[in-house]
């Protein structure tokens, strides 16, 4: 039975009361959308700071933004700006030619004094060149750089040029030996000895393969017609060295050392039992067109007991190669300044030896120094000061190559013989 029919204002109650709550619901849906329109924008804050460079001097021009939004400014003639950001989540960039862009979250911060820093120019994309610096991507001539990043991954030895090797097409590194402080012969598509000029100055080989690495910002070798510049004296060629120079900034200093071991990797492995080089050379006599040897069975057996003087076996290799000969450098260097006078100082211990013998000794000490001052806007001044001290230990044969003989000696030396 149907309650409606006794009761028939309950019925109309329960199809009211459907219809409001699907109202209600419609409401609902409706105010979740439009809340958004009705919410109260936040207030902005009002940031006004200046900016300077790491001497404190002012700086114009500073693009001042807020990140991720189109919102920006720049600084007037006293460094000063103002710039209104959404709260204090936001972040502000600075950014200026020749300075490290800078991030500053506001915070509670409305007056900030910003400092920014001179940018380190990658001379990855800038190559010095006979008469200037150009970018690399502008280039049409033969011209090849390595930068200090190249040179600081290796440490292959005392010289420049041993660290050059494989680095730069059409150039090839030729060491007469491996003795300590040994260095390649240079050149550039085989056309002879290149010219070298460091820091602007005609230097020779020797002068550039003794610079410490840690000193080197850049080597640009140019190839072609590119050299014409410095006249016929680089008909081979010209390797351009250019030694670092001070930054701006607080004094920074930086120190590099290594340690390594040095072992040959590759050596022909000799005999070195006197037994063994008897009966092969019995064994060689014997198979010759007239078969004939003068060392007896008996004679063989004395020399695979090897007690008897003169029949003892003697490791010739094991003598003169004594490995984990060691190479270990210092770099100590102190760079800083202000906008109107950057220095550069750095000193370099170098020691090695050699797997041949303790007996080679190479020892250098490096000392580079530049000075930069500006005067006027027009006029710069600058000191360069390099130097270095180096000893050679060699034991020295008369009428004979020392590093030659011991090599030779390994091959030569019977395994009876004795030094």
């Known amino acids: 039975m149907k309650l409606s029919k006794f009761f028939p204002e309950i019925a109309v109650n329960a199809k009211t009361f459907l219809q409001i709550r699907k109202h209600i619901f419609l409401f609902l849906f409706l105010l979740s959308f439009l809340q958004p329109l009705f919410a ?12 300077r460079d790491s001497s404190g001097a002012v700086l114009s021009g500073v693009t001042v933004s807020e990140k991720s939004t189109r919102n920006a400014t720049t600084t007037g003639a006293d460094g000063s700006f103002t710039l209104g950001v959404a709260g204090q989540t936001s972040v502000l960039v600075f950014s200026y030619v020749g300075y490290a862009n800078q991030e500053l979250r506001v915070g509670t911060q409305t007056n900030p004094s910003v400092y920014l820093s001179q940018s380190n120019n990658d001379l990855g994309e800038v190559v010095v060149v006979g008469y200037g610096t150009r970018r690399k991507e502008s280039l049409t001539g033969a011209i090849s750089t390595v930068t200090s990043k190249d040179l600081d991954r290796v440490h292959a030895g005392a010289t420049v040029s041993a660290g050059l090797a494989g680095k730069i097409p059409g150039v090839t590194f030729r060491m007469a ?7 390649a012969n240079i050149q550039i598509r085989n056309m002879g000895a290149p010219l070298f000029v460091i820091d602007g100055i005609q230097q020779d080989a020797g002068q550039f393969n003794n610079l410490a690495p840690n000193d080197i910002e850049s080597i640009t070798v140019l190839k072609d017609g590119s050299a014409a510049v410095y006249g016929a004296r680089a008909a081979n ?32 492995t000799v005999t070195n039992n006197s037994y063994d080089y008897m009966r092969f050379k019995a064994d060689a006599e014997m198979n010759n067109v007239n078969p004939s040897t003068g060392i007896t069975p008996a004679e063989l057996e004395r020399y695979k007991t090897g007690t008897e003087l003169g029949y003892q076996s003697f490791d010739w290799r094991k003598f003169i190669i004594q490995s984990n000969a060691p190479l270990r450098s210092v770099n100590v260097n102190v760079t800083g300044g202000s906008d109107a006078v950057k220095y550069y100082i750095s000193a370099t211990n170098l020691h090695q030896n050699s797997v041949l013998g303790r007996e080679y000794k190479f020892d250098r000490t490096n000392i ?39 090599r030779f000696a390994i091959l030569r030396n019977r395994p009876f013989e004795r030094p």
């Open 237 to 268: 060629g010209v390797v351009l060295v250019t030694t670092k120079r001070g930054r701006s900034g607080a004094p920074a200093v930086h120190v590099d050392a290594f340690y390594g071991l040095q072992n040959w990797v590759r050596f022909p």
């Open 40 to 51: 109260q924008t936040p207030a902005r804050i009002s940031v006004a700071g200046v900016v």
């Open 177 to 183: 030996d491996g003795r300590p402080g040994a260095s």
């Open 368 to 406: 580079q120094s530049n000075l930069d001052a500006k005067i006027t806007k027009r006029l710069r001044v600058g000191a360069q000061i390099n130097g270095r001290v180096e000893t050679r230990t060699n034991p020295g044969v008369p009428g004979g190559d020392d590093y030659f003989l011991p």
